[in-house]
């Protein structure tokens, strides 16, 4: 059994709880938003969605740390996969938030705020990280650049999100500070909830992969040790580490 | 029932298409994405049945070439 797989049974009870609670909490126990009425429910899954994919960004970046300093090709691979989950979580954020600035601004996209712009610069900086790997054959340089990458786009997303925070030309709402924000109790804890369940959500499916490809490359050491060399067919070129 | 009647934030006028819209983005993506590794857990999985034929079948030759030196 991969060590990935250890624990994924519980963490996988534990989010689908955890989601499930927080969909109730939206839907019967949060009040609606005196201003924007019903849309205001959009926040509890878009805003979840953008924080987890946004700190698994820097996530990756941690774990490629781990791999420029140790070069164990393990660390490669978690930033490898939290950068991937990230990608999926930032295109869930994209793709929501987009429908809730059709709903409360009558557009679905809004060029003049910086809080969109720079989640979706974010978005296409780390697009180029599956091609970066792709474009270079051989595995170690692959790790290794796609580490550097990895670090100082990771560096990149605090440094994005603070000059956002601190620019005053926005349209977009700002209702979590770090004084505790503008929601009511009841918001906060559906809120709370709802990021804990997206995060959980993170968390498994991060492992799930994780043990799905840990998997696979035991197989194939497995086909090769018992089979020999001839009986495993050479990986192609994979933006994947292997 | 009662629940669904009282509960404060089903209205179902115009918004109700956006909200459900962005829920239904969110299950889809995960749907998609647990489809996409069932599909290749099915093949990790086809991988080791094969694996597990060839070393049964390697083994079964080597019993045959036992037999045959016990015989000779």
Redesign the interface.
Known sequence: MSSYSRGLRGLTIATVATIAAALAL???Y???DADQ???Q??FY??VP?AIVSLCGFVLGGLFAVGHLRTGDRRWDMRSYVAIHMSL?FT??GL??GS??A??SWGHWWEWSDPTLVSYLIVFLLYATYQPLRFSIEDPERQARYASVFAVVAGAFVPMNFIAVRLSQGFVHPRVLTLTGGRLPGSMQLTFGISLLGIAL?FAT?WK??LA?KS??MQ?RR??RA??GED?VRPLGRSAAPS | MT?FAV?????L?T??K??A???I??VV??LV?VAI?AV??RR?ER??AQ?RD??AA?EADRADERDLEEVA
């Open positions: 939206v839907f019967f949060a009040p609606l009425g019903f849309i429910k959009i899954v878009h969605l999926i295109v869930g793709i929501t429908i809730w059709k709903a959500l499916l799930y992969e799905a998997t696979r197989l497995l086909r018992v089979l009986a | 629940v509960a404060p934030a089903l209205p006028h918004a109700g956006y909200v819209a962005a829920y983005v969110f993506l995960i994405y590794m290749r857990l990790t991988g080791l694996l060839e070393v390697r």
